[in-house]
């Protein structure tokens, strides 16, 4: 390995930051959210008391089209020290994406800055219109979604084991353009309104020349509290927090967002009045306890079991008696082995648990999110089934087991 390399997690540092800086240049909202947040996360922990990683803490999104793409997408996040954990599959609840979250792993990382991006890839097998397809097909085959001092110094990064400080800054620029918003499409308005009707995210991954990010997402420590504020400001928000219900014990992940701008496009070839896309969104997480199988066997059951509860009951209302079967105190939730967590043993030989904190994300969740914001239109599920072998070799990897890595953390002494 050569010397004068910067290590891994510094250029995330610097990334995360750059995206965050710009994301809120192109978003104004996106600003008002991190006000939002920071006032709410002052009143929950006083100076000191929250984990250091809250306030830098991001999480995007991003959608690619092609095995090329996400391949590649992987190559610049291994140079952020960032790999695929876990397979989610969105097309049950009518996306037809499948995705994987790329993060830090370590806990000495996650402690620096634990960025995440969930990444999801285009399935398009899943449109109907096999003309359309060929023509989205050609479409992505025929963009290139990275500058090429990105491809040349990922390149370099695998060749010598890091990068020195001139080459991280280079390569953390030349990322940041695939994630930038272009007005410009690589379609005309027909094309675009054909693409819109197989489904609008089919339209926002296909019709533009990169995958611009749709959301950067900071973390707050009471997302009831952030949700009412967000009403409070007049922030135009989903209607219902996605996840877990609240606890005293927070598991798992619960989110929520404003809802995606409106925003004007140009469409090639056009010089008529431009055209409206909705993609961009703002939002908000709150992050808890990562569950065991065991715990996650049982929070599936009671989540299938609060979507199908009667109608006439609002919805806050199914999950809160539905997730009373949930325990929700430390001692048991530890006891019965349905949360990961860690023994501390202070210098007097107190013994406390410690959960780890969840890493990962929900697919009911992330469709909740990416259906609220792609407009009335609403999908039936698709009929095929999970697709993890042709991911994984559209990635040219395996992606990582989240359940192993929570294990690792929580069987050390």
């Not at 065991?294 to 299938?304: N, Q």
């Not at 109608?311 to 008696?321: G, I, K, S, T």
């Amino acid at each position: 390995m050569t010397t004068g390399l910067v290590d891994a997690s510094t250029i995330r540092d610097r990334f995360c930051a750059a995206l965050s800086a710009m994301y809120r240049a192109e978003v104004p909202l996106y600003g008002d959210l991190l006000a939002i947040v920071a006032k709410v996360n002052a009143r929950v922990a006083p100076a000191g008391a929250a984990p250091a990683r809250v306030e830098i803490e991001r999480h995007g999104a991003i959608r690619v089209g092609t095995a090329a793409e996400l391949a590649m997408m992987g190559r610049a996040f291994a140079v952020m020290g960032m790999e695929p954990v876990g397979y989610y599959d969105l097309a049950p609840a009518g996306v037809p994406v499948h995705s994987t979250a790329f993060r830090p792993v370590t806990e000495e990382a996650l402690a620096r800055n634990p960025f995440r991006v969930f990444c999801s890839l285009l399935r398009l097998e899943l449109i109907a219109d096999p003309d359309l397809r060929r023509e989205a097909s050609a479409l992505l085959a025929a963009r290139q979604i990275f500058r090429p001092e990105v491809l040349a110094l990922a390149e370099r990064h695998e060749a010598q084991g890091g990068l020195d400080e001139a080459d991280a800054d280079a390569f953390v620029a030349g990322l940041l353009e695939t994630f930038r918003w272009h007005e410009d499409t690589l379609v005309d308005r027909v094309t675009y309104d054909r693409l819109v009707a197989s489904h609008r995210l089919v339209a926002d991954v296909v019709a533009f020349r990169g995958p611009h990010i749709n959301h950067l997402t900071p973390r707050t420590l009471d997302i009831d509290a952030a949700q009412a504020a967000m009403l409070a400001q007049g922030l135009d928000i989903k209607e219902v927090i996605e996840g877990p219900p609240p606890r005293a014990i927070p598991i798992l992940l619960r989110q929520t967002s404003f809802k995606a701008l409106t925003e004007s496009v140009r469409f090639a070839g056009d010089e008529g009045a431009p055209g409206r896309h909705t993609a961009r969104f703002g939002e908000i997480e709150q992050r808890g306890a990562a569950l065991t199988p065991k715990g996650r066997a049982l929070y599936d059951r009671l989540l299938a079991q609060v979507q199908a509860g009667p109608a006439d009951l609002p919805y806050e209302q199914r999950l809160a008696q539905a997730f009373a079967d949930f325990p929700d105190d430390l001692e048991t939730l530890v006891e019965r082995e349905l949360i990961y967590a860690r023994r501390l043993t202070a210098p007097n030989g107190t013994i406390t648990l410690e959960p780890l904190t969840y890493e990962d994300f929900l697919p009911v969740s992330a469709a909740g999110i990416f259906q609220s914001n792609l407009g009335a239109q609403q999908h039936e599920a698709y009929g095929e089934q999970g697709a993890q072998a042709a991911f994984e070799a559209a990635l040219g990897r395996a992606v990582l087991d989240p359940f192993a890595l929570y294990a690792a953390m929580a069987d050390r002494p």
